[in-house]
């Protein structure tokens, strides 16, 4: 499995972002898929999480009511919607892909993971 990140940027507090993470090679719908974050210096940390089909969604508290993880089988595509992005967002933001039907906000349950895109919120 091949995950590859777009959208990433550099944009103003209060403004919005669309992540994407486009995936190739065994059948994405079998894979639960998350999004984490990376700032220098600091851990990887989870963001948010998303089922197979869809459902039972996951979100770190630092981002819940304004992010929004989805996918779309179809595309073999998870997206992150960012909104009201803060200088705090700022890291690499990778996508993650899980074989389990289980959803995990641990790293080390994750077993396919993209290069990763820059966001950066400046003040």
């Known amino acids: 499995v091949q995950l590859v990140e777009s959208g990433g940027g550099l944009v103003q507090t209060g403004a919005s972002l669309r992540l994407s993470c486009v995936s190739s090679?065994?059948?994405?719908?079998?894979?639960?898929m998350g999004w984490f974050r990376q700032a220098p210096g600091k851990e990887r940390e989870f963001v948010a999480t998303?089922?197979?089909?869809?459902?039972?969604?996951g979100y770190a508290d630092s981002v819940k009511g304004r992010f929004i993880i989805s996918r779309d089988n179809a595309k073999n595509t998870v997206y992150l919607q960012m909104n009201t992005l803060k200088p705090e967002d700022t890291a690499v933001y990778y996508c993650a892909g899980r074989s389990s039907p289980v959803t995990s906000s641990r790293a080390s349950d994750y077993n396919y993971w993209g290069q990763g895109t820059q966001v950066t919120v400046s003040s």
């Open positions: 090679g065994r059948p994405f719908s079998n894979y639960v």
């Open positions: 998303i089922r197979s089909s869809g459902g039972r969604l």
